[in-house]
């Protein structure tokens, strides 16, 4: 029963560097997003993906590129990272119509 | 001025006691409420999600929705140390793939 699981589940990069973040979801969602998490600013929307093929930008899309590999997968990729994307990030995913979102437990990065 | 309005806390309560948290909000157009539970270093876990107004019970857990005052609440009865954690509202409208969160209040629970 594992629903939403990230890896890796800690990462530090050197600016300038690039990495992935995986996600990959269990629970035959369609919709599946991207968030960061940071003190004080609650959950901000980076990415969002309605369904296999599709991606949209969330509130916070800048330094960030996406990919839906299939209905299971969404991925997240920081080109060349800074450290301003020092953050936790938590993948999402939910049902039809106005379900809930199911998180994993997130990715924290930190970027020096 | 925000969206969704949270009181950071941290909320600091004796064991047994009920807890009140709360949330504001000024989109009208919100129907879809929800509260997560989040430890520390782990990801939100839904606790409650309601339609529209009204009342919605889960075991020592309520969550009331006040339209006509943009205001939510989740009571926890009976309160125990695993309670504490960043307690997070999420609302959404109808049809739309955004869900706005409140920042989260920190509750302690104290054995």
């Known amino acids: 029963n594992a629903g939403v699981t990230q890896t890796p589940k800690f990462q530090v990069l050197k600016t300038g560097q690039s990495m992935t973040l995986q996600c990959a979801q269990d629970m035959n969602h369609n919709s599946m997003y991207w968030y960061r998490q940071d003190p004080g600013m609650g959950l901000r929307l980076i990415y969002y993906?309605?369904?296999?093929?599709?991606?949209d930008k969330g509130e916070v899309p800048n330094g960030y590129n996406v990919s839906r590999l299939n209905k299971r997968e969404f991925s997240l990729r920081l080109e060349s990272a800074a450290p301003s994307q020092t953050s936790v990030y938590f993948c999402?995913?939910?049902?039809?119509?106005?379900?809930?979102?199911?998180f994993g437990n997130g990715t924290r990065l930190t970027v020096t | 001025q925000k969206e969704v309005e949270q009181d950071p806390g941290p909320l600091s309560v004796p064991e047994g006691a009920i807890v009140s948290l709360n949330c504001t909000y000024s989109n009208s157009a919100f129907q879809y409420f929800m509260w997560y539970r989040q430890y520390s270093r782990k990801g939100p876990e839904l606790l409650m999600y309601?339609?529209?107004?009204g009342n919605k019970e889960d075991g020592r857990f309520t969550a009331q929705v006040d339209k006509s005052s943009k205001y939510i609440s989740l009571f926890i009865r009976d309160s125990q140390p695993s309670d504490s954690a960043t307690y997070l509202c999420?609302?959404?409208?109808?049809?739309?793939?955004?869900?706005?969160f409140g920042t989260g209040t920190r509750l302690k629970v104290l054995a």
């Open positions: 993906s309605a369904s296999e093929g599709t991606t």
């Open positions: 999420a609302m959404s409208a109808q049809g739309t793939y955004k869900y706005i």
């Open positions: 999402a995913s939910r049902g039809p119509n106005n379900s809930p979102l199911h």
């Open positions: 309601t339609y529209s107004s």
